[in-house]
């Protein structure tokens, strides 16, 4: 995903940004209005803080939707600068019977399926992370770290009892790999947001790139 990250000094913080157009056949106001809810109040629940310029910031995430046609969303793409639009086509299935973010950590496309309970399963701001370029940890082994999964957690990793599907289950086994709901946004990730930034010298940045690529029902490049 694309987006823009702003150093406000007047209000002591740095903004990142970022527009959905949300498009497809079960795309709606109410699946907008959770999808947003669950990124902005996971992203900005861990209250990250920086220090730019001898100030204490604070990195507050400010994250939108728009509800488009897909032949809006066709006319926006095909002339798309804007560093805040994302295009993600809304359905319920496809052929990879997963949600997705395009070719590539950045990638400004992709595709969001409903059966992946968006909204509630913390799979939006799972793939919103993806957009915003980071990748799954490299080691997938969380027990005994005694805390929840982090955001970028892939599924299949393996957890504490609490935080798998079936607490029971033998790890790696039928239910014993994470329960994706479980996972929250960790200082750490929004830290790798930030990591390389010279706010000293640039007060905007721009995160991400423009493919502009949209995609049919079945998941596939049109």
């Known amino acids: 995903m694309a987006a823009i990250i702003e150093l406000l000094i007047p209000d002591r913080q740095i903004q ?3 527009c959905l157009l949300l498009y497809g056949s079960e795309a709606n106001h109410d699946i907008g209005a959770q999808i947003i809810e669950e990124i902005n109040s996971m992203y900005n629940a861990p209250a990250a803080k920086t220090t730019i310029l001898n100030q204490e910031m ?8 728009k509800l488009i046609s897909t032949s809006e969303a066709a006319r926006i793409a095909s002339m798309n600068d804007d560093y805040r639009y994302n295009f993600i086509r809304i359905e319920s299935e496809n052929h990879i019977t997963r949600s997705f973010m ?13 059966s992946d309970q968006l909204g509630t399963s913390t799979t ?20 005994g770290s005694s805390s929840p999964p982090p955001i970028m957690a892939a599924r299949g990793s393996l957890v504490d009892p609490q935080y798998q599907w079936n607490p029971l289950a ?9 329960n994706p709901k479980y996972r929250k946004v960790t200082k750490e990730e929004i830290e790798l947001l930030l990591d390389g930034l010279n706010f000293e010298q640039n007060a905007t940045y721009y995160v991400g790139y423009l493919s502009n690529n949209l995609f049919d029902r079945g998941g596939s490049v049109v």
């Open 170 to 178: 033998k790890a790696g086994e039928y239910g014993g790999t994470m």
């Open 16 to 18: 990142i940004s970022a």
């Open 102 to 114: 395009g070719f590539g950590l950045g990638d400004n496309s992709g595709q969001w399926l409903t």
């Open 58 to 65: 604070q990195v507050v995430f400010d994250i939108s939707y």
């Open 124 to 143: 939006a701001a799972h793939e919103f992370g993806h957009c915003l370029g980071l990748d799954h940890p490299a080691n997938a082994d969380f027990r």
